[in-house]
């Protein structure tokens, strides 16, 4: 059975052009990966919970804001790793300095022995479309065009 995640494509206007918010993972792995690492929040869910549910269970995890509203579902994506993706856009403006990560434990260094915490998300932020395609996992660029189609 493949695995599945869903989550929320959050977008604004400033200035009178479309932004969207994109996290950037946290942990020893990803610090010094920038373009094609960034996601929309997001996780994985199995049968038991609606992927809309899932969807704002895992953005409230990965930033520490309750997101609600007007949700414009979007067509699933598949990652490169096989993991198809849910998600659903919404007009929701967010403070990226307002965010609060929940942790996660790994063993750090790799065979030392030792565990330490990292933040499941070190960074968010809002970027234009052009900057988004760029920073965006490759697999879920996707919901950005369609994005941009919904709201034409």
């Given amino acids: 059975m493949s695995r599945k995640s869903a989550g929320l494509l959050c977008y604004r206007f400033a200035s009178d052009e479309l932004q969207v918010l994109l996290l950037h993972p946290g942990g020893p792995f990803w610090a010094k990966k920038d373009l094609g690492s ?15 549910e899932a969807a704002k269970r895992e953005a409230f995890e990965e930033t520490g804001i309750r997101i609600d509203g007007a949700f414009i579902e979007l067509l699933p994506v598949k990652q490169k790793s096989g993991k198809q993706v849910f998600a659903w856009a919404l007009e929701y403006d967010i403070d ?22 990292f933040p499941e998300i070190d960074k968010a932020g809002w970027f234009s479309i052009d900057e988004a395609r760029q920073k965006i996992i490759e697999g879920q660029k996707p919901l950005i065009d369609e994005l941009i189609e919904k709201l034409q």
């Fill in 38 to 52: 960034w996601s929309i929040p997001k996780g994985e869910f199995d049968d038991s919970e609606s992927p809309l």
């Fill in 96 to 117: 990226p300095a307002a965010i609060k990560s929940n942790l996660f434990e790994m063993e750090w260094p790799p065979h030392s022995g030792k565990k330490a915490e």
